[in-house]
């Protein structure tokens, strides 16, 4: 999970998240807590035996979370197709951003 720089319910005028470090890492840290959450109680991966994460910051400054999941044996996934019904990904448009 990486923090976005697109907070606009936060910054006003011409601020930065650099001017917000406080608030950006705070947020973070509760979006991080919410997908535990979901992990740990409401078990959206089904069971999940242990997990390991980190926090990083990025050259900019926006913190970079990863997160290590490790699945009971009869929980795994077997096929890509179920894979798929797990994971998405976005890619950002650059344009969008900047």
Known sequence: MTASTKLDD???MKQSHQ???HLTTRMAKLK????INDI?????????TAYVY???FQKCGLPNILLLLFM???????????IDDHISAEITNF???Y
């Open 95 to 97: 344009n969008d951003d």
């Open 54 to 56: 980190t926090i990083e």
């Open 19 to 21: 001017d917000f470090s």
């Open 32 to 35: 991080f807590d919410d997908i």
């Open 10 to 12: 936060i910054f006003i």
């Open 40 to 48: 740990d109680k409401r078990h959206i991966f089904e069971m999940v």
């Open 72 to 82: 009971s044996p009869q929980d795994r996934t077997h096929n890509p197709v179920e």
